[in-house]
Structures are given as C-alpha cells and as structure tokens.
C-alpha cells in the first residue's frame, strides 16, 4: 500500500518535504518509522535514541490528526494514509 | 478571515474588517521577530493542518469569549528583524472578553498549530523551541 | 506619544512608531462606539490633567511591565457609531507583558484620567458612569 | 482673591466651562462651593443634597490635584488657585 510521508522543520531537511513510499500491507506507524530510519541514517539518529525508542521531541500526525507514539505506534496505517513527522511547534 | 501567507501582513486592514457597530472593543495582538542576533527568521507552516487548527482555536475563542470578528494572519518564509509574523485582531462587546479572547488564540495557537521557526544569526542556525537532534 | 486629539485616531502609525528591534510583541487596545441605541458620542477632557495622568499612567506601565514603547491616543469631540475613542499601544520583548501593560493602560485611564462621555441616541442624551443628578 | 474655576461633562452645562471668581482672602473650597451654589440655582440642586451636604458624586482638583471633598472642604485657597468641579470619570 502507499502512505504520502511529510517532513517539517529539521526532519524535512534530512527526508526531504513529501515523498511516497509503498509498504506492506497491515504496516504500523512504527514500521513505517523502522523502514525510514533503515534507509536513512541522519534521520535514525535524530529521531531514535540508542536504544531504539523513538525521542520525545518527534512529533506525529496520520492524516492531520495527531498520534500518541507512546501508545500508537502498534497502529496499522490504512493505503492512502498521509503521515507527517515533525519537532515541538513554535509558531507565533 | 483565517489564512497563512508569503505575503506581508497587513494589519490595519484586518483591524477595520474586524470593526463593527456592536463591537466596543477591538484588541490585536501581533509578533514580530525580535533581534537576539537574529538575522533572519524562516517560519515554516504545515499549512492544511495549521489552517484546520486556526479555524477551531478560532471558534472556541468566538464562543468562550462572545467575540464579534476574530482575525488571524500567520507569516512564512524569511522574514527580517521587526516584521510580522502574527496578526491577531479580536473584536468583542467589551474589553475584558476582546482581551481574553485574543490572549487565548496566541496561546493556544503556539501550543497548538504545526508551525516552526528558524532563528539565522551570528550564533548560526537552529529551530526554535527543542534540542538540536544529536544528529545535526 | 500620548495624545488628547480632535482629529481621528490613525492606528497603523501609531503601532509603526511602537515596532522595534528589540520588541517581539506589540498589543493594541482600540476602544470604539458601540451602537447600544447610540447616534452619537460626545467626549470632553480636562485636557491639561489628562495629559499629565496619562504620561503617570504611561511611566508605571513602562516600568512595572518593562515594555519597550507605549503609545496613547484619546480622542474628544463628537463621534459616530463605530469610530475610534482611544488607542492603546504596547511593545516588550515578550507577549505577557505587552498584553498585561496595554490593559494596565486602559483600565487606569478608565478610573484616573479625567474625560468624559456623554451619549446621544434614541432615548435622550446621558453622561456616561453616573446617575443624572436631580437638577438635569 | 482671584480663583479660576474649570467645570466639565454635566457641570460645564450648567456652569460654563471656565470663569474667574472674585472670593474674600482665606476663604476655603466649601466656601467657594457655597457661592456657586447660592448663585446658581441648577448648580445646587446637581451638587448638594437636601441637607446640604456635597453630592459623592461630586469631584474636586484644586491646581489638577485632586482634593477629598469629605477631608478638605475646609482647606483655604490661595490667590491664583485653579479648581476643577466634575462628574465621575468616563474615558476610554
């Protein structure tokens, strides 16, 4: 299935504004998230820490509404889902 | 009117769509980028969601606070020390409410709407408002 | 500047003359003639002691809330539904303390400055904040 | 001695904006009152109550310093003296 990935901020200039990426079918956020961060080394180390868990500062949004990553992770992304990724808003 | 621009903002023009005959009060409230050597500031919008957020802050501002206009205008791109980059115009019966209502919509959109500053100075780059990830 | 001015209050300059360097934040209270049955609104000063209480007022507020710039325009004469009484503008380097001095401002010109209003409209006349004394 | 006494809102219709007043040496603010009163019948009726005393709402700057008209009726004025009759205040 294919998911439209954003990036804002300081993610967006390491994975670049929007790009489409197709996953398997049944894929949660965090595989999504995995898969990202196996291809893309600046961007495994800005959002993961070393043990693997994904830093408190990564910010994440499945279809314009936001996701707990503590909690939402496990959740399956639907075929034409758009995820973003960002950092702490500061706006204003 | 709600919107988030490349273009300069232009407040008076906000102020006088927001002044009407049952309105006392008219309270705005606009940012501007202050000089902590600070050459430029880049804002950057998620701007679908942003938008969507400005129109409900707005409408739990309009209903908490009985305002009778409400006018946001956020700025992106490069902006220099001392311009805009938020407009907030609050109208309402009476000053308590214009000023509360206004207070509300700029906390609320900080918090709240997906937006992002990059301060370019003397001191180099960084965006605004987390740790720089230890990958950068 | 504080002003006591006949002509009509020109906000955009006024909030221009507030806009620094060092200001992230600028607050604007406009008050305006709200129609509760109103045609006109006549408003008289003691123009000397307003002046004088005004620039008292300013100097606290400047102090108490640090803020960069303060301007005050009160207008006197006759005015029409809608138009400006008074504008208040404040800047700081922060938005709490640009919107806590803009109110201080108004709320103490509210209860010190020596002006007054007096409405004309569809039931008479009245002078604003005090019962009509028995004579009248 | 020669007193300037300003009146504005309510006041001013009834007393006109601004007069010069002729009062014997020594004599206090409650004096001055008094012979505004005695002349001027609408101006009693709008400043005193039927006993005779000042109305709160009433209010007094002598030289644009406000008096208390409950302490200082008593206070004498001094030749060149301003004083400034008024309603309660309602700017903004």
Redesign the interface.
Known sequence: MRIVV?A???F???LGKKREMEIKEGATIGDLLGELAAAN???????FDDSGAL?D?VLI?VN?KRVSPALELSRPLQDGDEL?I??????? | MIEITEEEIYLPEMIERARSKDAGAIVTFL?TVRDDGIEMLE????R???L?ELRAIEKEAMSRFSLKAVEVA?RTGSLAVGES??AIVCSAGHRQEAFSGCRYI?DE??????????ERGVRGER??????????
Chains 1, 4 share one sequence.
């Open positions: 954003l804002f901020a300081n967006r200039e390491i080394q600046p961007f495994r180390v800005a959002a830093r500062y949004m314009r973003a960002f950092p702490p808003l500061a706006g204003g | 940012g804002v950057e919008a998620f679908e969601a942003a969507a956020h980059i938020v700029i959109l900080k918090k709240r709407a997906p937006l992002w500053k990059k965006w605004v408002g987390h740790d720089e990830p230890a990958g950068k």
